[in-house]
């Protein structure tokens, strides 16, 4: 029994969504005014923005050393107002699964292409407002070739070994989300072959 047939069967009314209202369309985000039953019965209007997901990849690249790298990349980000070091990522195309888009982002940015691309998790981004899930991938087996990236897309490649990587988080290099999450989730988790 799912936790609103719960709430039913004691009598209370269902938690969630009782009424929504559209207040913005865009290319990438929908805002949305929604009026929410909370748990406790309260009932208030929530901002929500919408957001069709994303997908982002953690890819391994084996140098002749031995050693692992991990492909970064340094992009632009205007709300950040600068450069940020991420992981490979994008918002997935309609009817698009998950793992499709982590295939063309990852081809899109770095040029590579991956053998295997194994799921990690997934992550709410800012559950606060938004419904935005990032689904987070390991790719491993990469085999180089070119980017075709987009019109808004200013980035460089920094391959840095997976070690560093981490560094990077601790030392505040790295501040994007995703990207720390990934990072921290491949290096309890994950065995990279």
């Keep these: 029994?799912?936790?609103?047939?719960?709430?039913?069967a004691k009598?209370?009314?269902?938690?969630?969504?009782?009424?929504?209202?559209?207040?913005?369309?865009?290319?990438?985000?929908?805002?949305?005014?929604?009026t929410v039953r909370f748990?406790?019965?309260?009932?208030?209007?929530?901002?929500?923005?919408?957001?069709?997901?994303a997908?982002?990849?953690?890819?391994?690249?084996?140098?002749?050393?031995?050693?692992?790298?991990?492909?970064l990349i340094r992009q632009y980000r205007y709300a950040a107002e600068g450069f940020v070091y991420e992981i490979p990522a994008g918002r997935?195309?309609?009817?698009?699964?998950?793992?499709?888009?982590?295939?063309?982002?990852?081809?899109?940015?770095t040029g590579y292409t991956a053998e295997h691309m194994v799921g990690l998790t997934t992550i709410f981004t800012t559950p606060g407002?938004?419904?935005?899930?990032?689904?987070?991938?390991?790719?491993?087996?990469?085999?180089?070739?070119?980017?075709?990236?987009?019109?808004?897309?200013?980035?460089?490649?920094?391959?840095v070994s997976f070690g560093y990587a981490l560094e990077m988080i601790r030392s505040g290099e790295i501040q994007d989300g995703k990207t720390i999450s990934a990072l921290l989730f491949v290096a309890r988790f994950q065995k990279i072959e």
């Design 92 to 109: 997935l195309d309609n009817g698009e699964t998950p793992e499709a888009c982590a295939h063309r982002e990852l081809k899109e940015e």
């Design 129 to 159: 407002f938004t419904d935005e899930r990032v689904h987070l991938f390991l790719a491993t087996g990469l085999v180089s070739g070119a980017a075709a990236l987009e019109s808004d897309e200013v980035l460089d490649l920094h391959p």
């Design 39 to 53: 748990p406790n019965g309260a009932v208030g209007k929530l901002e929500m923005i919408r957001h069709s997901g």
């Design 1 to 8: 029994m799912s936790h609103g047939e719960h709430d039913l």
């Design 55 to 71: 997908s982002a990849v953690v890819p391994i690249l084996v140098v002749p050393s031995g050693e692992r790298q991990v492909l």
């Design 11 to 34: 009598g209370d009314s269902p938690t969630g969504k009782v009424s929504s209202r559209r207040v913005y369309t865009g290319r990438v985000v929908s805002l949305d005014v929604d």
